[in-house]
């Protein structure tokens, strides 16, 4: 493989190498043919290196042969010789020397096979030596239009002079579009209705792909459409239903994922073909350049900022599905990744220690790289005071496009007598919020770090109830005030719902099981807190009820497909939400039967004080806070979400009710903003 003894100064120092390295190389080959010892000797690497650098080998005897070692062993590169074809005609000139041609011809045998064999290991050690590291320099901010940049399910591509990204709050976003080189963002126009979805770019850059979200299926999953570039009306591909979809490198066919399994199709959604069952929910799916493999990030999209994700692999013939770089990384935190256009390198977004950058890992595109040392360890790329996501490389393999990201937001309550949103709660950056039954506690989750606390409501005897690494989520008071219930997130372990006393203290399991669980309801009385499943398979079960004293579980009749349930304040009713998103129903305790509350697009929910409405998110071209009476069904709109840009930790965007029903939301403070980072893999 060679030795360190053949090495330039430049490689030495880690520096960027070029051909005039190689001839300091063949300089130290020339050396030691003509004296039998390298150059540069040491009992060690250090040693070896320190002459290198420093020192000056012993002269050798011939003059004229000196005169040619000594150019090619320079330490400057500048004053070294500069092209091979220079040394070869120092050497021709030197061999016509008489005076030489006896020596020369005595040891030529000897000669030629030394040069054989060192130019061999020479080759082979210049073929073999690890590539230098990918690098990242100076940046460009691409955007500066303070507007979310669709960081929950979608992706980000490029068509070489623009690029394309969900932008929003909310559900009601759209996707839009600015030049590769910055400036202005602008909707595209014609994209389906509902929030879409940016999945991929076809490889002829004349079509989006692309999903919009209208709730969850019984499948679990999204219509797919084509959209034509620069303009064009979009249409349906097949009648596919998925959570993530990518296209062939040749474009003629599209693979996907419908709930847990991956299907690969014709380009119009014919002919569909499972390849494999993942282990999770699949999101951001890339195909390789070269057509032999799949990539998915198998997490929850709509909390994979929370919880563990990684990326598994799969063989475009469905083959040998398992976890990429499996030991890096622990507990797993990759997510979103893009190969480059070469095929050379894998870019990714991972967390270490509440901390999201950009890393890059070398791939191997050839058979000659079975053979070549190759460091596989993912070289980190981006470090600051943003987190950096959703990375993306340019189409000509000189830039890197990447989301900065700083979240923080202020909490917010709508006042209907001035008409407008106000401070609340001193600000503070905060989702999730719960009230005591006396309106005189309050519990939240704290933005951006995920921790549970309680606080009386002026913000006094603050209370931290949870910590690193659990992140919290949806907590819940119990009736008497002294508990609460929240859903308790830790990498590497399925999301549990946990209850803790609101003195403090370790949170204690409800209800372990290998399934995530989320949003807990107390029961009025106290003795039995309902959760439900996250959207998958398991949500056909039904709803569970677990005793919180002896902590049995029981399932709610006929409750298959249904969604976070909540207990009305007197007890009789409980209220849940389709996974479909398109229906509120209620739950007869007495009566044990169920009836339709309200249609339409549709989120988070919550019961008045009373009991007598239930609040809703409505989605779609009327984006509000909209109730609805037990009483009479009558639907009205409270206050517009339609300009509201809001933060959330996990993905999504929560909104609660104050102890006088006035709703509250979380008003994003923060930053994501598209940047252009110089990239150099060589």
Partial sequence: LGTVDYMSPEQVRGESLDSRSDLFSFGAVLYEMATGVPPFAGTDSAEIFDAILHKSPTPVKTER?????????????????QRASEIRADLERLKRKQELLGSI???????????????????????????????????????????????????MVSDGSRLYFGEGSGMAGVIAQVSASGGETSPLPEAPVGEPLVQDISPSRSELLVSNYLGFSREFGWPLWALPLPAGAPHRIGDISMTCAAWSPDGRE????????????????????KLATLPGTAFWLRWSPDGRRLRATIGSPLARLLTASAIWEVYADGTSPHPFLPDWNRPPSACCGNWTPDGEYFVFQATRQGKTEIWATRERTGPLDLFRQMDREPEQLTAGQLDSMMPLP???????????????????RYDSKLGQWVPYLSSISAEFINFSRDGQW??????????????????????????SPMRALTPCWSPDGRRIAFQGVTPGKPSNIYVVSSEGGTPEVLFAEQHNHTRPSWSPDGKSIAFSYYPGPETANGIPVVDVATHKMTRLPGSAWLLIPTYSPDGRYIAVRHSDHHVIMLFDLRTQKWTELVRGELNWFNWSRDGRYVYFEQHG??????????????????????????????????????????????????????????????
């Fill in 254 to 273: 599209i693979a996907y994922v419908t709930g847990r399994d991956l299907y690969r199709a014709k380009r119009d959604g014919s002919d569909p073909r």
């Fill in 394 to 412: 340019s189409l000509d393999g000189k830039k890197l496009y990447v989301v900065g990201q700083k979240l923080r937001g202020e909490i917010t």
């Fill in 105 to 155: 011809r005595r040891a030529l045998p000897w000669l030629l096979a030394a040069a054989a064999l060192i130019c061999s290991a020479i080759a082979s050690y210049l073929f073999m030596r690890p590539l230098p590291p990918p690098r990242v320099s100076g940046y460009v901010q691409i955007t500066n239009d303070g507007q979310g940049k669709g960081l929950s399910e979608g992706a």
């Fill in 65 to 81: 042969l000196q005169r040619i070692v000594s150019g090619c062993l320079q330490k400057d590169r500048n004053l070294r010789y």
């Fill in 621 to 682: 071209a009327q984006h509000a806070v909209m109730r609805v009476g037990l009483d009479n069904h009558k639907v009205e709109e409270i206050v517009s979400l339609q300009n509201v840009k809001r933060a959330g930790a996990d993905g999504s965007f929560w909104f609660g009710l104050a102890p006088d029903d006035s709703p509250i939301v979380l008003r994003d403070t923060g930053t994501q903003e598209i940047y252009a980072l110089d990239w150099k893999a060589r």
């Fill in 442 to 467: 309050v519990t939240y989750v704290s933005v951006p770090d995920g921790a549970l606390w309680r606080s009386r409501i002026d913000g006094s005897d603050r209370l931290q109830l949870t910590f």
